[in-house]
T-cell receptor
Framework: DARVTQTPRHKVTEMGQEVTMRCQPI?????VFWYRQTMMQGLELLAY????????DSGMPKDRFSAEMPDATLATLKIQPSEPRDSAVYFC????????????FGPGTRLTVT | GQNIDQPTEMTATEGAIVQINCTYQ??????LFWYQQHAGEAPTFLSY????GLEEKGRFSSFLSRSKGYSYLLLKELQMKDSASYLC??????????FGKGTKLSVIP
C-alpha cells in the first residue's frame, strides 16, 4: 500500500527554534509538493520539486523557510527561526508526473510554535 | 492571479443529494480538481475535469464549464461518512494547484 509518509506528525516548539519536517514521497513519484493549511488561509502551496529540482518556491517566505530534496526518497522543509504565525499543518504530496495531476497527500505535520 | 470561491458550510440529510459549487478565476487554467478532507486527515483525490461536462464516479459526479469558470461536485445517496470538507482546486501551468478554502459538509440523520 504505497503512501506518502511525513515526520514528525506533531511538533511543539518555542519561537526562534529551528524546525525540520521530512517527507518520503511514493516510490516512483517524481513531483513533490509542500503545502501549509490554516483555518484562515486554507491550503496554500509553498514549494514544489520535479525530479528533485525546485520548480517554484514563490509561496514560501524566503527569509525563514527552505525546502530541499537531498535524494528522490526524501524532501525536507525547514523553518529557521520559527514564529507563532508559522503554526499550521504542513502537508507533503507527491504526484507521478504522468499528466493526471492526482496528488497523494501525506498525513501532515501539525506544528505549534509558542 | 488565482481566485477560487466555494461556500464555507453546507448541511444535508442522509440519503439526500447535495451540490457543492465552485467558481474560479485562474491564469493558465488546465483542469479542475475536487478533494475530500475528513477532519484531522489529509486531502484525498475525488475527481478531475479538464473538458466541459459531467464526470460520474459512483455516488460522486463533477461538472465543469470552462467558459463560465464554474464547477460543481454532486454527492448522491448521502451517507454519514460523507461529512467532510470538500476542496475545489484549479490546475494551472505545470503541476500547480490552487485550492479553495473548502466547503464543510455536515450530513445529518
Amino acid at each position: 500500500d504505497a503512501r506518502v509518509t511525513q515526520t514528525p506528525r506533531h511538533k511543539v516548539t518555542e519561537m526562534g527554534q529551528e524546525v525540520t519536517m521530512r517527507c518520503q514521497p511514493i516510490l516512483g513519484h517524481n513531483t513533490v509538493f509542500w503545502y501549509r493549511q490554516t483555518m484562515m488561509q486554507g491550503l496554500e502551496l509553498l514549494a514544489y520539486f520535479r525530479n528533485r529540482a525546485p520548480l517554484d518556491d514563490s509561496g514560501m517566505p524566503k527569509d525563514r523557510f527552505s525546502a530541499e530534496m537531498p535524494d528522490a526518497t526524501l524532501a525536507t522543509l525547514k523553518i529557521q527561526p520559527s514564529e507563532p504565525r508559522d503554526s499550521a499543518v504542513y502537508f507533503c504530496a507527491s504526484e507521478a508526473g504522468a499528466g493526471g495531476y492526482e496528488q497523494y497527500f501525506g498525513p501532515g505535520t501539525r506544528l505549534t510554535v509558542t | 492571479g488565482q481566485n477560487i470561491d466555494q461556500p464555507t458550510e453546507m448541511t444535508a440529510t442522509e440519503g439526500a443529494i447535495v451540490q457543492i459549487n465552485c467558481t474560479y478565476q485562474t491564469s493558465g487554467f488546465n483542469g479542475l480538481f475536487w478533494y475530500q478532507q475528513h477532519a484531522g486527515e489529509a486531502p484525498t483525490f475525488l475527481s478531475y475535469n479538464v473538458l466541459d461536462g459531467l464526470e460520474e464516479k459512483g455516488r460522486f459526479s463533477s461538472f465543469l464549464s470552462r467558459s463560465k469558470g464554474y464547477s460543481y461536485l454532486l454527492l448522491k445517496e448521502l451517507q454519514m461518512k460523507d461529512s467532510a470538507s470538500y476542496l475545489c482546486a484549479a490546475g494551472a501551468g505545470s503541476y500547480q494547484l490552487t485550492f479553495g478554502k473548502g466547503t464543510k459538509l455536515s450530513v445529518i440523520p
